[in-house]
């Protein structure tokens, strides 16, 4: 599992450093200052919360952001990318189950967004919920048919789950797409080994 929880961290560092787009080119400090300033216009301003949760997401206050984003919800309930990023500030404190429930709401009102099932398969094989972490990669696949990192991640929930031909059929279309891809190299070198 060691070398699970180093991609799980890898993978969040990736999508936090890609979020500051959702405040329009400026810096989380600027971003939750502008927030706090449309507040102080309007209590009840989606948007706003949704801005500076995020924010506080990518500085690492994470319950603050958790406050934020569900203060988001509650005024825009269809807000997705409000459960997404609520997800991600529970998966960092280690709250699993909420983070699983934000990503399947997240899911739930948009259905095609890839990194939604991406978060949810990534929690669901921490908490060894292979079956769903499956189906979340195959969704992922249907999604993003030639991206290497989806056939990585079923492959990774087959093998620990046990079923290592799949694995190492989905580690192998990983590399098909993505020669170089360090996971799915080191995922097939494991299950090799294992059928030796």
């Not at 560092?13 to 080119?25: D, E, K, N, Q, R």
């Not at 060894?128 to 189906?135: E, L, P, Q, R, T």
């Amino acid at each position: 599992m060691k070398f699970f929880s180093r991609v799980a961290a890898m993978v969040l560092v990736m999508f936090l450093g890609v979020m500051g787009a959702s405040y329009a080119g400026t810096s989380p400090k600027t971003a939750i200052y502008k927030a706090n300033k449309a507040l102080g216009v309007d209590p009840n301003d989606a948007k706003a919360y949704y801005n500076r949760g995020t924010a506080e997401l990518e500085l690492g206050d994470l319950e603050a952001a958790v406050a934020d984003l569900t203060k988001t919800v509650s005024l825009e309930p269809k807000a997705s990318d409000a459960y997404f990023n609520r997800g991600l500030a529970n998966r960092l404190m280690k709250k699993n189950a909420e983070a699983e429930a934000d990503f399947s709401k997240a899911i739930e009102l948009y259905a095609d967004k890839w990194s939604y099932y991406f978060e949810r398969c990534n929690v669901r094989i921490v908490e060894g919920h292979f079956d769903g972490a499956v189906a979340d990669g195959s969704q992922m696949i249907r999604i993003a048919s030639d991206d290497a990192e989806s056939y990585f991640m079923r492959g990774l929930a087959y093998h620990l789950k046990g079923d290592h031909d799949a694995g190492l059929v989905d580690a192998e279309n990983a590399l098909k797409f993505q020669s170089w891809n360090a996971h799915a190299l080191r995922l097939k070198t494991e299950i090799l080994a294992l059928k030796k």
